[in-house]
T-cell receptor, first 113, second 112 residues
């Protein structure tokens, strides 16, 4: 029972390099999210996708792009990485109805030098 | 504008005692509230939730209280155990289908 799977778990980039964080969920959830966690800042929403084919900006979208490839997959791309994007990134999917809880992946630690 | 606030960055409680974690929100559209627990190097895990039609929800040692007029919720852990040591985030949304906004977290340490 995989839940939400993120890759890679660790990545070091140089300023200006690009990379894509991959996320997949196997729970048939409609909505998916990308958050970043920074010390003292909590979890801040970067982008989310309420359903397949739609994406919306969250609190901190600058410097990022996303693709909802299909119902299972939601990727986050950094086109030109900056040191300010050093963070831990979490992908999540959300059950609609019931407890409405988010299920999180284990996180991807990104360092931009 | 921080719509969900956790004003205590840290809390230390003795094993067996009650832990009370607090959360305030400003957006009156929020009607669904959740608490998450996070251990280092892991993703946050869901703990307990409450909708605005209730003022209390209990699950084992965990109880969440909601005071809508004060826009305040709290998580009570009784009795506290060393394994409860983690960072706790509260989160809120307008309905169960919309985006969740998180607070900055409170680090709970349960001492022996």
């Amino acid at each position: 029972n995989a839940g939400v799977t993120q890759t890679p778990k660790f990545q070091v980039l140089k300023t200006g390099q690009s990379m894509t964080l991959q996320c997949a969920q196997d729970m048939n959830h409609n909505s998916m999210y990308w958050y970043r966690q920074d010390p003292g800042m909590g979890l801040r929403l970067i982008y989310y996708s309420a359903s397949e084919g739609t994406t919306d900006k969250g609190e901190v979208p600058n410097g990022y792009n996303v693709s909802r490839l299909n119902k299972r997959e939601f990727s986050l791309r950094l086109e030109s990485a900056a040191p300010s994007q050093t963070s831990v990134y979490f992908c999540a999917s959300r059950r609609t109805g019931g407890t409405g809880e988010l299920f999180f992946g284990e996180g991807s630690r990104l360092t931009v030098l | 504008d921080q719509q969900v606030k956790q004003n205590s960055p840290s809390l230390s409680v003795q094993e067996g005692r009650i832990s009370i974690l607090n959360c305030d929100y400003t957006n009156s559209m929020f009607d669904y509230f959740l608490w998450y627990k996070k251990y280092p190097a892991e993703g946050p895990t869901f703990l307990i939730s409450i909708s605005s039609i209730k003022d209390k929800n209990e699950d084992g040692r965990f109880t969440v209280f909601l005071n809508k007029s004060a826009k305040h919720l709290s998580l009570h852990i009784v009795p506290s155990q060393p394994g409860d040591s983690a960072v706790y985030f509260c989160a809120a949304s307008a309905g169960t289908a919309s985006k969740l906004t998180f607070g900055t977290g409170t680090r709970l340490q349960v001492t022996l």
